[in-house]
């Protein structure tokens, strides 16, 4: 792409990402090896709100929720009875999509188009890391219908490949505050780790 068609795509993405305020989703992922064969699926549901509330519910095969209110980050493993907190800022090697309910610039602060395939009322952008060596992914793909986020394609350094499908997608929704904050049970270990 040239400097140009990069920056014209960026402010393309920047106003689908910006056009809504909550997002909130079922999903249905598959993690695919370097030979195309299926290593995992799971599904759950998703729920963000600008700027950094973040909820990523996994129910299947595992019940995990990624949970963060822009300062902290919480990873709850509800099978194994033990949850993970650290600051915000650890969020992008854990799951691309976090990075959707921050700001657009530090979305891309960390992240350049490196394409654009548009087809009919689909469009999707191909975004690459800035500074591979600090990612877990070397290209992430966020597909829109009709404006509206429906997919996200990962690709990480090991070149497995995860697909999201986004289905029952509500935007702008009212969503309670509690739904990104995060109180550990009682009976629950909770491991803290600081920022590098």
Same mark, same amino acid.
């Given at each position: 792409?040239?400097?140009?068609?990069?920056?014209?795509?960026?402010?393309?993405?920047?106003?689908?990402?910006? +056009?809504?305020? %909550?997002? @909130?989703?079922?999903? =249905?992922? *598959?993690? $695919? &090896?370097?030979?195309?064969?299926?290593?995992?699926?799971?599904?759950?549901?998703?729920?963000?709100?600008?700027?950094?509330?973040?909820?990523?519910?996994?129910?299947?095969?595992?019940?995990?929720?990624?949970?963060?209110?822009?300062?902290?980050?919480?990873?709850?493993?509800?099978?194994? +009875?033990?949850? %993970?907190? @650290?600051?915000?800022? =650890?969020? *992008?090697? $854990? &799951?691309?999509?976090?990075?959707?309910?921050?700001?657009?610039?530090?979305?891309?602060?960390?992240?350049?188009?490196?394409?654009?395939?548009?087809?009919?009322?689909?469009?999707?952008?191909?975004?690459?890391?800035?500074?591979?060596?600090?990612?877990?992914?070397?290209?992430?793909?966020?597909?829109?219908?009709?404006?509206?986020?429906?997919?996200?394609?990962?690709?990480? &350094?090991?070149?497995?490949?995860?697909?999201?499908?986004?289905?029952?997608?509500?935007?702008?929704?009212?969503?309670?505050?509690?739904?990104?904050?995060?109180?550990?049970?009682?009976?629950?270990?909770?491991?803290?780790?600081?920022?590098?």
């Amino acid at each position: 792409m040239t400097a140009a068609q990069n920056k014209a795509a960026l402010a393309q993405l920047q106003q689908l990402l910006s +056009a809504y305020h %909550t997002y @909130q989703a079922n999903f =249905a992922q *598959v993690t $695919l &090896n370097n030979q195309g064969k299926i290593l995992q699926k799971s599904s759950g549901r998703v729920y963000m709100m600008r700027p950094g509330g973040f909820r990523w519910e996994t129910d299947v095969p595992t019940h995990q929720i990624i949970i963060t209110d822009g300062r902290v980050l919480w990873i709850y493993d509800i099978d194994l +009875a033990q949850a %993970t907190k @650290q600051p915000f800022s =650890a969020r *992008v090697s $854990l &799951n691309p999509a976090v990075l959707l309910s921050g700001s657009l610039k530090d979305l891309m602060s960390v992240f350049t188009v490196a394409g654009v395939v548009t087809n009919d009322n689909t469009i999707s952008f191909t975004l690459i890391p800035i500074k591979s060596q600090q990612q877990n992914f070397t290209s992430i793909m966020l597909t829109f219908q009709n404006k509206v986020w429906i997919g996200m394609q990962t690709v990480n &350094n090991l070149d497995q490949r995860s697909v999201f499908t986004f289905t029952q997608v509500q935007v702008d929704t009212p969503l309670a505050e509690n739904v990104f904050s995060f109180t550990p049970p009682p009976n629950v270990d909770v491991v803290e780790q600081k920022a590098k």
